[in-house]
């Protein structure tokens, strides 16, 4: 599979969702990552969500698919599920994710990936369904990892003002820069 392919989850739990802040850019995100090779996108989904959180969890709904047309190569989508907390116990992995915690819906922590927030929303206005575009764009040439290396070379740029600099929201607000490709429906949990 494409490394341009990937899964996540929304893990909540009583009005709360499960975040996990990037050691990368130390911003908060919704767990997961690419699908490998040979691996459906539920079992990515489910085993991202294992790897950075430590807990099994069981997908509940399709929420939708995002498509980053600009990240990295281009043709970039995520697949993004609900889910809930089945077993495990609460722990970042220690190396792509730094810390999890669940957040009250109502107060999230500062910065998450803009871009998450849209998917977000979605989870918690019950979107089952929803193709979005988002326009975020991949600011370096080269892998983050490149990039890091470059700007830790000269002068020292915390990893929040990294986030800031290179990932904040374009001007405006982020929803005008996201175009709805098909409506999804609305369930309830």
């Not at 499960?18 to 699908?35: H, I, K, N, Q, Y």
């Not at 489910?46 to 959180?53: C, L, P, S, V, Y």
């Not at 989508?77 to 810390?99: M, N």
Request: with cysteine; glycine share 8%; net charge negative.
């Amino acid at each position: 599979m494409s490394e341009d392919f990937a899964a996540s989850v929304a893990i909540m739990d009583e009005g709360r969702i499960l975040l996990a802040r990037r050691s990368d850019v130390e911003a908060w995100s919704l767990p997961g990552g690419r699908v490998e090779a040979g691996e459906s996108v539920v079992d990515a989904a489910r085993r991202e969500a294992h790897e950075e959180t430590g807990l099994e969890v069981e997908l509940t709904r399709l929420v939708g698919i995002y498509y980053l047309p600009h990240w990295k190569n281009g043709d970039n989508h995520d697949v993004l599920f609900a889910g809930r907390a089945l077993s495990g116990v609460v722990q970042p992995d220690g190396k792509e994710i730094i810390e999890v915690a669940y957040f009250d819906v109502k107060s999230l922590p500062d910065p998450v990936l803009w871009w998450h927030r849209q998917r977000i929303t979605d989870v918690l206005s019950g979107v089952c369904g929803v193709v979005r575009m988002q326009n975020v764009l991949w600011p370096f040439k080269g892998s983050l990892e490149a990039a890091r290396e470059m700007c830790t070379a000269g002068p020292q740029t915390s990893r929040q003002d990294f986030y800031r600099l290179h990932f904040a929201p374009p001007m405006g607000s982020p929803e005008s820069r996201q175009v709805l490709l098909v409506e999804g429906t609305r369930v309830s949990e």
